[in-house]
């Protein structure tokens, strides 16, 4: 996955951000609502199959990181100590609304940790709320309003001002603190209804270079392919060619040679488009092996471990480092 690089600007900087705000990673549509569930064009990328895909979405990582290595039998009698949480009625049987109820426990899992592992740096006081104060202070440091409109600063003023918009919004109750339930909805706006209008302007805060309220067929080549790193190469990567071909067949719906706001809300935010249900539907169709009755056994499960975990040499789900799991 291409991801979007922040610019640390200054020593001064530097040295005072504790921890940069949450940012929507550059690539698909489902990349740049950060860290939320991949898209399935990144599930199958061209006529490859994407595992790592699998693996996060079902064990609940959603970064893509590397853990300690797994031997194949490691991890099959790993995720065999795994299968009874998912089944939860306990039948010897895993349904497609089991797994797609433990894709999405895993992903909720994801967001709280995630908002847990920030919340500790940013209450200062400790008293249970976060106010947009100690927020600025252990993210932005000291840099004042007039630091921030010098040149070198102006990725930090953006982050700044994002930040400030997404706050205001999360802010539901308008009590100028928030919980950690706002909190989330602050870091993964993509999740929570009342916060993807801040995706889409967001997305188009980035893309729209030339500010005409849309997306060029080459403003959406080059976020994901920027010229600077392929000055030098004389020809086009397929997969580059391949997004042209989705911009005119599926992303500019109108045909008019760009994505208006509705056509990017579409892309990087798809309608009726379930993930877990859809994960889920793979998984079975991947594993049913046996009597094809669209339920999975633990023996179907650990068969296709390769799919469900990963093993040795490739990223594998944290979950199954977990020993708290078993």
């Known amino acids: 996955m291409r991801s979007l690089t922040l610019l640390c600007v200054t020593a001064l900087c530097a040295a005072c951000i504790v921890a940069l705000p949450s940012r929507p990673k550059k690539g698909t549509g489902a990349d740049r609502v950060h860290d939320s569930q991949p898209s399935d064009e990144a599930h199958h990328a061209g006529s490859e199959h994407n595992s790592n895909y699998d693996h996060d979405a079902f064990l609940g990582s959603e970064e893509a990181k590397k853990f300690q290595a797994l031997t194949p039998e490691q991890s099959r009698e790993r995720l065999r100590k795994l299968v009874p949480r998912v089944d939860v009625d306990k039948d010897g049987y895993v349904t497609e609304d089991e797994l797609k109820n433990w894709v999405r426990f895993t992903q909720h899992r994801y967001i709280m940790e995630d908002v847990g592992r920030q919340w500790t740096t940013h209450d200062i006081d400790q008293d249970g709320m976060l106010t947009w104060p100690e927020y600025r202070n252990t993210t932005y440091g000291p840099l004042t309003e007039q630091q921030m409109e010098q040149p070198e600063n102006a990725q930090y003023k953006k982050l700044f001002h994002r930040d400030q918009n997404r706050w205001r919004k999360a802010d539901s109750n308008n009590d100028q603190s928030l919980t950690k339930e706002e909190y989330a909805s602050f870091l993964h706006p993509e999740e929570y209804e009342h916060m993807k209008v801040l995706v889409v302007d967001e997305t188009l805060e980035d893309i729209d270079k030339d500010k005409d309220g849309s997306i060029s067929l080459q403003e959406y080549i080059d976020d994901m392919y920027p010229p600077s790193e392929h000055k030098d190469s004389a020809t086009e990567p397929d997969w580059v060619k391949s997004e042209r071909e989705q911009f005119g067949t599926y992303r500019d719906k109108n045909k008019d040679g760009k994505m208006d706001r509705e056509e990017v809300k579409d892309w990087i935010i798809p309608p009726d488009y379930d993930h877990a249900e859809a994960e889920a539907k793979h998984l079975i169709y991947e594993s049913d092996t046996g009597e094809k009755d669209g339920k999975l056994t633990a ?28």
């Not at 023996?299 to 040795?312: N, P, W």
């Open 299 to 326: 023996d179907e499960i650990v068969d296709k471990y390769d799919l469900f975990a990963g093993s040795q040499a490739t990223d594998y789900g944290e979950a199954l480092n977990r020993h708290e799991e078993f």
